[in-house]
């Protein structure tokens, strides 16, 4: 019996609308422990942030974590460089693949999974203007056929 719990903690929703994923990776997040009681509160911005690889080792830039109100000595700096947990093969798969033209690794999600707080890499290419126009009219159509499909099963 291997059941997963699972707490979403924030979703970065410009990343799909800004990125062409085809890859997901689930990496682990090196935290103190101030970082680690401010996400509890959900105080995170993926704002700007993202994943790179220096020296064969994994590290998420900018992402925002909110200084922990409570811990007044012991209070971490708001956008240092945290440092990703993944495999040693899985580090050398993305980074043959980031240096491929166009892709970038960002983080799509950070929840607690089993007690751990873990951060979801989207592998993606970035879309140009016209793609973005097309997934705001696809979104759209999408939300007129559920429309119709609710205001007409009803009756």
């Known amino acids: ?21 085809d890859a997901e990776y ?12 401010s996400i509890r509160e959900g105080r995170v911005s993926f704002q700007d942030s993202y994943a790179d690889i220096r020296n064969g080792e994994l590290f998420l830039r900018q992402l925002h974590i909110t200084p922990y109100k409570y811990a007044y000595n012991a209070n971490h700096e708001e956008l240092r460089t945290r440092k990703l947990l993944l495999h040693r093969y899985e580090i050398k798969k993305l ?14 999600k950070i929840y607690f ?10 592998l993606g290419k970035g879309k140009k203007l ?12 999408d939300r007129d056929m559920d ?4 205001k007409y099963s009803c009756k």
Not at 3 to 13: C, D, F, P, Q, V
Not at 28 to 33: H, R
Not at 113 to 122: T, Y
């Open 1 to 21: 019996m291997n059941s997963e719990y699972i707490k979403l903690i924030a979703t970065n929703k410009k990343a799909r609308f800004n990125y062409k994923i």
């Open 26 to 37: 689930e990496a682990g997040i090196v935290l103190v422990g101030s970082e680690v009681k």
């Open 95 to 108: 980074f043959a693949r980031m240096k491929e033209r166009g892709y970038s690794l960002v983080p799509l």
């Open 113 to 122: 999974k089993n007690g751990k707080i873990k951060v979801l890499l989207g």
């Open 130 to 141: 016209y793609d973005k126009r097309e997934t705001i009219k696809q979104k759209d159509v």
């Open 147 to 150: 429309r119709a499909r609710k």
